[in-house]
Nanobody, 123 residues
Framework: QVQLVESGGGLVQPGGSLRLSCAAS????????IGWFRQAPGKEREGVSC????????YYADSVKGRFTISRDNAKNTVYLQMNNLKPEDTFRYYC????????????????WGKGTLVTVST
């Protein structure tokens, strides 16, 4: 069983915070770049953030820069996305994916995807 499982989504008011988790099972995340993506129904998936495997360099889309922080905990085989000062336009289903390297806030050589976790920002 090889899988990625996202968790931590939910309903939050504008200005609130959530921490998303991406937990790997059946393989090790240490040597992968990890990207977070988001998608609305019927729309194209867009990159949010990426963290490299080589030096833990991080990259962010302009829309989330300064509000979101990506990090990894190799001991727990988990990657996180801390989301602060959330806005209604952050309402998407969020996915994590493994790849070879970060391409800015996207990722190249994608291998595994999770099923996503829904984030709804609303009053």
């Amino acid at each position: 069983q090889v899988q990625l499982v996202e968790s931590g989504g939910g309903l939050v008011q504008p200005g609130g915070s959530l921490r998303l988790s991406c937990a790997a099972s059946g393989f090790t995340l240490d040597y992968y770049a990890i990207g977070w993506f988001r998608q609305a129904p019927g729309k194209e998936r867009e990159g949010v953030s990426c963290i490299s495997s080589s030096d833990d360099s991080t990259y962010y889309a302009d829309s989330v820069k300064g509000r979101f922080t990506i990090s990894r905990d190799n001991a727990k085989n988990t990657v996180y996305l801390q989301m602060n000062n959330l806005k209604p336009e952050d309402t998407f289903r969020y996915y994590c994916a493994t790849g070879a390297i970060c391409d800015n806030y996207s990722i190249l050589g994608m291998d595994y995807w999770g099923k996503g976790t829904l984030v709804t920002v609303s009053t």
